[in-house]
């Protein structure tokens, strides 16, 4: 029937392109809509290419009107998230033209798959990963988003209620200007030079696996008290490192070691979405070459810190309260030299009142909020 929505499992190659293309295609109208790199994001999206699915069930969706592809949706099923255990599933990578009919087919089957394998509730979106891109943009889409952080369109929010969601969590970005010190009373304790038993240093490229094996240790102590924790596996860290192994700068990433032992690390990339902005998520035939010479040449003006973390054990010691702000001082020294102008924390949620703090008291700011939704599941 002329008008009728259908939603059709996304199977093979070519749908899962179709999957990727259609949010491209609604986010096309506004400006601050950064398209993501195909090639990447049919990575991410793929068993082969991408370890989350070695601990996960997912399932696709497209929304399809009178031929036409009108939105999509996501279920997936983490089983090393705790919550999974308490009947939490998630849905993400929800996109879709502004009708309410077509959100209600999306979430129709989302909703179904979830019931069938399981699951009391429907929390999200995650995308696909609580590690990766978590949150719907309820607050700063004046602006474009960072690497690896979502844009959605503003009737989405609305729309995801209209299905019964009401708010879980809130989640903040955080934006620090690099030209700004941190507080005088840090800076104070920071030039009396490093506590005794604390060294710093930066990654080491010759040992690359070595120290994404050390930060996988250290970001999943750190993390393990968060609401929705899950750990993250050595594969899945190595194969993002891997994947983002020509925009890590060592002089942006560095390790705190106290008595020797690791205890803390901080990671700065360049935000890669300032140097594709106009390549219409292709890198053939020129984007390639766009893309280095934007990045290595004329250098990125911003960058986001996706992972940050002192272990537990440490965390609320003399030293190792210190620590965010040495690293944050080492990261900030250096991103200044190279040219750098701001930076992006994120994300933080609203009730890790300790990363909260540290932000807080490095004069970084909130400038976007992303938000949680969750339903219950009859």
């Not at 490095?362 to 339903?375: C, N, Q």
Request: net charge neutral; charged share 25%; hydrophobic share 45%.
């Amino acid at each position: 029937m002329a008008g009728a929505i259908e939603i059709q499992p996304v199977t093979g190659k070519a749908m899962l392109d179709r999957f990727i293309k259609v949010a491209m295609r609604l986010g096309a109208s506004d400006p601050n809509y950064i398209p993501p790199l195909i090639l990447e994001r049919q990575e991410s999206l793929t068993p082969k290419t991408n370890p989350f699915f070695q601990h996960a069930d997912v399932q696709f969706w497209l929304a399809v009107k009178d031929g036409r592809d009108v939105g999509r949706i996501s279920a997936q099923i983490d089983h090393l998230n705790p919550q999974t255990a308490e009947g939490v599933g998630h849905f993400g990578m929800i996109a879709a033209e502004d009708d309410p009919a077509i959100f209600a087919g999306l979430f129709a089957a989302a909703e179904a798959w979830l019931k069938a394998h399981g699951c009391k509730t429907a929390l999200g979106p995650v995308n696909l990963s609580t590690n990766e891109e978590v949150g719907l943009l309820v607050e700063g889409a004046d602006s474009p988003p960072m690497f690896m952080m979502s844009h959605d369109a503003r009737h989405t929010g609305p729309r995801i209620e209209e299905q019964g969601y009401g708010r879980a969590k809130d989640i903040y970005a955080y934006i620090c200007s690099v030209a700004d010190d941190l507080p005088e009373p840090i800076l104070k304790r920071i030039r009396k030079g490093l506590p005794a038993g604390v060294t710093l240093r930066m990654v080491d490229m010759k040992c690359f696996s070595r120290d994404v094996g050390i930060l996988t240790e250290i970001l999943n102590d750190a993390w393990s008290g968060n609401w929705g924790f899950t750990p993250t596996t050595e594969a899945e860290t190595l194969a993002l490192a891997n994947n983002l192994r020509l925009l890590i700068d060592k002089r942006l990433t560095w390790f705190a070691e106290i008595d020797g032992e690791p205890a803390g690390f901080m990671v700065l990339l360049p935000n890669i979405n300032e140097a594709i902005r106009d390549l219409g998520g292709k890198l053939l035939p020129f984007g390639w070459a766009k893309l280095l010479w934007r990045l290595k040449v004329k250098g990125p003006k911003t960058g986001r810190v996706p992972l940050m973390g002192v272990k537990r054990k440490f965390a609320a010691s003399r030293r190792g309260q210190l620590l965010p702000f040495l690293l944050i001082d080492a990261v900030a020294q250096a991103a200044r030299k190279l040219g750098y102008e701001r930076y992006e924390l994120s994300w933080v949620l609203e009730d890790n009142l300790a990363m909260r703090r540290i932000c807080d008291a490095g004069g970084a700011k909130v400038y976007k909020t992303y938000r949680l939704y969750e339903k219950a599941l009859g």
